[in-house]
Every structure is written in structure tokens, then in C-alpha cells.
T-cell receptor, first 107, second 114 residues
């Protein structure tokens, strides 16, 4: 059973669009949640932590739905530089990554 | 700047020839991790150290070993690389092992096995 399920995409959206994707986790004991982004052939980098109340950082909004065991990431006014793979590790004491969701923002 | 450093960035080795990848950190973090990431796949945790305490993932092959001589350095040894071991190897650190700890990744070493 996969710890994390993500729609691999690819999501191809025009510049300026709003895009959202989810990450479903199976470990109901998970206490903390993160979104990472990974550019092609680069390392994952922390995008944002996801708090119970949801949080927003500029154009990015993360939400947690504990009842349905998923987190979401909303990106508004997409930029070309947002093109990347977005990862949400399932967290216990360790990180277990899903394959991520691929986003391409098109001019 | 504080960071996670991996050397070399690209490593070519021959089938069956032992190879060592290195990771160092200036964050003074207690925990260091090694991940393997193959093309279009998720990073897969191989093992981690909490200080000197080594923790192996159950499905990590015996061919992979690790050493952590001090807080700053951690090494990944591949004793007999096979073609299937060609991948990006990512080192990461976190300040603790708690469930709220963020992990910080190095730039990775891309291993090619000929």
C-alpha cells in the first residue's frame, strides 16, 4: 500500500492560470505535512509546511483535510518558474515520497 | 552559507567497482539521510543516522553501506555497483528526528555505472 498518492499529471497550464493538486496520505498518524518542489535534475526543496489551519505564502496556499487524509496545494497566477514536480512526503519519523505531480506552465 | 554539500556531483564507475559518495553539512544537524532517486521516480530512503545511531530501511540492499565519522560528514558506499544502481543519490539533513522536522537536501550525486 502506497504511503502517499499523487496524481502524477502532467498538469499543463497557461501562464496566469490557477492550478491545484492534492496529495492523499495513508498514515493517519502523520502529524506534519510539507510540500516540496523538485526541478528537473535538481534536489527537492521545501516549498512550504502545511499547518492544520491551512497557510498561505504569496501565490501558494496549502490546505490540510484530516478527515479525508489529504493535503492540497493551490497556485494562483502561475509563472513559468513554477514548472516543477511537486512532492508531498508522508511523514512519520521519516519521509516517504510519492512520485510527485508534474506541473508545466506554458507561455 | 549553511548548506548540505555533496561531492562529486557526477560520478562514473564501472560495473562491480566499489564507489563512495560523500555528503557534508554545515547546519550542525543531528540526522543525515541518504536517498536514491531513479528517473521519474520518487526519492527512496535508503538509511539514516541519528547522531551515530544507524537506521537501515528494510528493503535497502546489502550492497549499500554508510558511514558517519562525525556530525558533519556522511558517506554512502556501494560495494559492487550494478547497472540498476545508476541513479541520483540525495543526502538530506534534519535537526531532529521528530515528526515535524523539515529535511534539507543536498544537490545530489548522479551516478553512472558502465
Amino acid at each position: 500500500r502506497k504511503e502517499v498518492e499523487q496524481d502524477p499529471g502532467p498538469f499543463n497550464v497557461p501562464e496566469g492560470a490557477t492550478v491545484a493538486f492534492n496529495c492523499t496520505y495513508s498514515n493517519s498518524a502523520s502529524q506534519s505535512f510539507f510540500w516540496y518542489r523538485q526541478d528537473c535534475r535538481k534536489e527537492p526543496k521545501l516549498l512550504m509546511s502545511v499547518y492544520s489551519s491551512g497557510n498561505e505564502d504569496g501565490r501558494f496556499t496549502a490546505q490540510l483535510n484530516r478527515a479525508s487524509q489529504y493535503i492540497s496545494l493551490l497556485i494562483r497566477d502561475s509563472k513559468l518558474s513554477d514548472s516543477a514536480t511537486y512532492l508531498c512526503p508522508n511523514t512519520g519519523n521519516q519521509f516517504y515520497f510519492g512520485t510527485g505531480t508534474s506541473l508545466t506552465v506554458i507561455p | 552559507d549553511a548548506m548540505v554539500i555533496q561531492n562529486p556531483r557526477y560520478q562514473v564507475t564501472q560495473f562491480g567497482k566499489p564507489v563512495t559518495l560523500s555528503c557534508s553539512q554545515t547546519l550542525n544537524h543531528n540526522v543525515m539521510y541518504w536517498y536514491q532517486q531513479k528517473s521519474s521516480q520518487a526519492p527512496k530512503l535508503l538509511f539514516h543516522y541519528y547522531d551515530k545511531d544507524f537506521n537501515n530501511e528494510a528493503d535497502t540492499p546489502d550492497n549499500f553501506q554508510s558511514r558517519r565519522p562525525n556530525t558533519s560528514f556522511c558517506f554512502l558506499d556501494i560495494r559492487s555497483p550494478g547497472l540498476g544502481d545508476a541513479a541520483m543519490y540525495l543526502c538530506a539533513t534534519s535537526s531532529g528526528q521528530g515528526i515535524r522536522e523539515t529535511q534539507y537536501f543536498g544537490p545530489g550525486t548522479r551516478l553512472l555505472v558502465l
